[in-house]
């Protein structure tokens, strides 16, 4: 049981919250009360492990040949390494998972959490369809990141807060496809050699590291032109300037060792949780200035 345990918690990916805690917690930003709130915290555990439980463990069992030749499973940070058996029988422990815990939140959010759960489905299995799953059809695989940006009218309905500018979902799209594109650079080579062909495979990593910064020069465009965020738009540049960095002078078109991607994974995890707290604290991305 134990064993089975660390390997959903694996399956989970549990380096990779940060994306859905970012989500769920920025409608509640300024809003210290809901640390008294059963279902702040409800969610929040729904967010973490049975939501991604079952979105990246629907993909591990249709990337079975891509992911045994990627040298970042079997951790924490970037997920299982499970074999066909465990996989062919992962769906149940998935069902089981959505079972217990949706009826709560059906409950408490009413049919609007009903369609949002649909949209959660509808999304995943159009990106997971085995023979012709968007995963596999780039620039396409990109649109299907809106999926984690249900987790932001999730977090507002089940905890009644206020709805936010169109201008932050921009932000987070971009955010979202920002951080996709970055694990297509880490997966770029174990991508190949199964044949699977993603955004970052066509275009080469060169090119795709200049997507990233061209898309975080947006992020920081959007924080700054209608947020007048100052210091969040700093923080955003500190990032700029170490993907700058990383294309022109350090690793270039360079793979990344299994070590380094772990750093990376840490300081992403360390960042985002500053990130968050800053946000959160502020309220910077609640409302257009």
Not at 36 to 62: A, E, K, R
Not at 138 to 153: A, F, M, R, S, T
Not at 193 to 200: C, D, F
């Amino acid at each position: 049981m134990k064993n089975k345990f660390l390997l959903y918690l694996k399956v989970s990916r549990p380096g990779l919250w940060f994306a859905t805690i970012w989500l769920y917690m920025l409608p509640t930003s300024q809003s210290p009360e809901m640390f008294h709130s059963f279902l702040f915290w409800y969610g929040f555990f729904y967010i973490c492990f049975p939501l991604n439980f079952m979105v990246y463990g629907w993909n591990d069992v249709v990337d079975y040949e891509t992911d045994v030749l990627n040298p970042r499973k079997d951790s924490f940070w970037f997920g299982a390494r499970a074999t066909k058996m465990q996989l062919g029988t992962l769906w149940k422990p998935i069902i089981i998972s959505q079972i217990l815990t949706l009826p709560v939140l059906i409950f408490y959010g009413g049919m609007n959490m009903l369609l949002i759960y649909a949209g959660f489905i509808v999304i995943n299995l159009l990106y997971n369809l085995p023979e012709k799953g968007l995963r596999s059809m780039p620039p396409l695989e990109l649109l299907c990141q809106i999926g984690y940006l249900l987790v932001v009218p999730f977090s507002i309905i089940l905890n009644k807060t206020e709805s936010l500018p169109f201008q932050t979902y921009i932000y987070l799209f971009l955010f979202s496809i920002q951080a996709h594109l970055m694990g297509e650079v880490m997966d770029c080579l174990p991508d190949k050699s199964s044949g699977r062909t993603t955004t970052t495979t066509v275009l080469g990593v060169i090119r795709t590291k200049i997507l990233i910064i061209l898309i975080v020069v947006g992020e920081i465009f959007i924080v700054f032109q209608y947020f007048k965020e100052v210091w969040f738009s700093a923080f955003l540049s500190m990032a700029l300037l170490w993907l700058l960095l990383d294309l022109l002078f350090i690793f270039r078109k360079n793979t990344y060792t299994l070590i380094q991607m772990k750093i990376f994974a840490f300081i992403s995890n360390l960042l985002a949780l500053l990130s968050i707290l800053y946000v959160w604290m502020s309220g910077c991305l609640l409302m257009v200035k």
